[in-house]
């Protein structure tokens, strides 16, 4: 195997989100969103909690490619969702108090997104998951957009902190939980890269590495990034199973979420989605047994910037040193 374990160290420090600049903003954006939520809501609507959700507060962020940086924010109101029977209602009641100069606001079916603008690209979004409160441990989150059929908007039983949890909880030794976050952000930069549409859903990925990751590490000690997207990703190809949709035979992946209401997070996949998603795995795990059977780092670096993107770096081919041939010294005899 190459050694290429600085190579992908340099390519993450690249991908990370970081948690003093652009987390930063982040931060600052959710700030001016609550006050502006504190400042517009009506007075008959009940007061509300927030917390962090989704790769900010999992610690898997990637720099997206297009700017487009997002944050993902959950809005628990202190009511029950009887209070909403339609909980579009309530969606709509963010939007209006949201939709101001500068901000761009949609109602999506699993959140409320809004959107800050320069010109007229998307430079940051946050994404609002609107819950209502529940006797039990769960939370009842808001699900439907505006022009929806009455039976797609519903309140969904859900647990987004204990997802949260066991995301960050899934290994206990700190050197394992860092490559195991590290290797989650160059399957996402992957994605990014690989896919223009039809791609998995980032949180499918993430829990992918909660079921199916294994730290890997050298009998030295060092981090073996190469070896462990290796075995994750060959891991991840072992769970397509044959199925069947109107008589044509494929290949499915499933990633079940972790916590209530524990649906597959492939499932909104249609058949060729989900075969390019099948392929790209395949081509990506040969990239990466390729670069595994390299001799030279350079030569594997290559192979994984074709998969990871122009942030992977190659090294420079190493100077061959020219052999010194010792002059020949005549000593004045001939034979």
Not at 142 to 160: F, H, I, L, M, Q
């Amino acid at each position: 195997m190459p050694a290429v374990q600085k190579y992908f160290d340099d390519f993450h420090s690249k991908i990370k989100l970081d948690d003093d600049d652009e987390k930063a903003n982040l931060r600052d954006k959710r700030d001016t969103i609550l006050r502006a939520l504190d400042a517009n809501l009506p007075e008959d609507v009940p007061k509300y909690d927030n917390f962090h959700q989704g790769s900010y507060s999992m610690h898997t962020g990637v720099v997206p490619l297009d700017g487009n940086y997002d944050i993902d924010v959950g809005i628990v109101f202190n009511c029950k969702r009887d209070k909403y029977p339609d909980p579009v209602t309530l969606k709509k009641i963010i939007r209006d108090a949201l939709d101001t100069h500068g901000r761009n606001v949609n109602i999506r079916r699993p959140c409320v997104t809004v959107n800050y603008m320069r010109g007229d690209v998307i430079s940051y979004h946050v994404d609002l998951a609107v819950y209502t409160k529940r006797d039990d441990e769960f939370l009842d989150l808001a699900k439907g957009k505006e022009n929806s059929e009455a039976s797609k908007r519903v309140w969904e039983t859900s647990d987004p902190k204990q997802l949260t949890k066991i995301i960050c909880n899934a290994f206990s030794e700190t050197n394992e939980l860092a490559q195991y976050r590290r290797c989650i952000r160059y399957l996402k930069r992957w994605r990014q890269v690989q896919f223009a549409s039809g791609a998995p859903l980032s949180i499918a990925l993430t829990v992918a590495a909660q079921k199916w990751f294994k730290p890997h590490f050298e009998t030295s000690g060092k981090a073996g990034d190469l070896q462990a997207m290796l075995n994750w990703v060959n891991a991840i190809l072992a769970q397509f199973q044959w199925t069947s949709t109107d008589g044509s035979f494929y290949q499915r992946l499933a990633v079940t979420l972790p916590v209530t209401p524990y649906y597959d997070l492939m499932e909104w996949m249609t058949e060729g989605q989900m075969s390019t998603v099948k392929s790209k795995f395949e081509v990506l795990s040969d990239a990466l047994q390729d670069a595994y059977d390299e001799e030279l780092p350079e030569d594997a670096c290559k192979v994984l910037k074709k998969q990871f993107g122009d942030d992977f770096m190659v090294p420079e081919k190493a100077a061959t040193a020219r052999a010194v041939v010792p002059p020949v010294i005549s000593t004045g005899n001939s034979a």
